[in-house]
């Protein structure tokens, strides 16, 4: 497909655990971002990669959380030793970088459930 | 840093009538573009419309119309013959034309009574 894919879907981990959500961003989309979605919630904005540029990460709620993104293409989110308040939508969006007027195009998300 | 704010967390409009959600930001920058993004219960993030700041006429797509007053700060959307499917959040958005960086406002809530 041509969007931005996101998995898994869903996920249920055990508080403690580790988890690793990854992105798929349109192929060419230089810019790509990482927010969090609180059930009814807004988006948070979490971390921003742009191109070869040091990515944004002022939105990392903790240094539990970290991403990468690697070729410039597929990036991971990872939260370390989960806790039940980082249930949430993850949802991924790209972009193309330097065209401002140009939207996001956002995954479906990850619905991340810690027990 | 920049801010977007939605004062009206939930809103409520009779099928088939006109409904303005309000958004107002927060910047020192000259170059910007403001959205606002439509998500169903489905979840997906959906573009409704966009306006660049330095242009002065109101975007409009189809139901769809932006009041935008630069001067004041505020971009409110306008929905006319509301629709049952347009029942939703909607998130105003602000992107700076400087590093990319896209902020979201908390949303609002549209509920359409039949």
């Known amino acids: 497909g041509a969007g931005v894919s996101q998995s898994p879907s869903n996920k249920v981990t055990e508080k403690g655990k580790d988890v690793e959500l990854r992105c798929d961003p349109i192929s060419g989309h230089t810019a790509l971002y990482w927010y969090r979605q609180s059930l009814g919630q807004g988006l948070e904005f979490l971390i921003y990669f742009q191109g070869n540029s040091a990515p944004d990460k002022s939105g990392l709620p903790s240094d539990r959380f970290s991403a990468e993104r690697t070729g410039g293409s597929v990036s991971t989110l990872t939260i370390q030793r989960t806790q039940q308040e980082d249930s949430a939508v993850y949802l991924c969006a790209s972009s193309i970088q330097g065209l401002s007027n140009q939207p996001q195009h956002f995954g479906d998300g990850t619905r991340l459930s810690i027990l | ?114």
Not at chain 2, 19 to 37: G, H, I, R
Not at chain 2, 47 to 60: G, H, P, S
Not at chain 2, 87 to 100: E, I, L, N, T, V
């Open chain 2, 1 to 114: 840093a920049q801010t977007v704010t939605q004062s009206q967390p939930e809103m409520s409009v009779q099928e088939a009538e006109t409904v303005t959600l309000s958004c107002t930001y927060d910047t020192s920058e000259s170059d910007y573009y403001l959205f606002w993004y439509k998500q169903p219960p489905s979840r997906q993030m959906i573009l409704v419309i966009r306006q660049e700041a330095y242009k002065q006429q109101n975007a409009t797509e189809n139901r769809f119309s932006v009041n935008f007053q630069k001067a004041a700060k505020s971009f409110s959307l306008k929905i006319s013959d509301s629709q049952l499917g347009d029942a939703a959040m909607y998130f105003c958005a602000y992107r700076s034309g400087k590093d990319d960086k896209i902020i979201f406002g908390k949303g609002t809530r549209l509920h359409i009574l039949p």
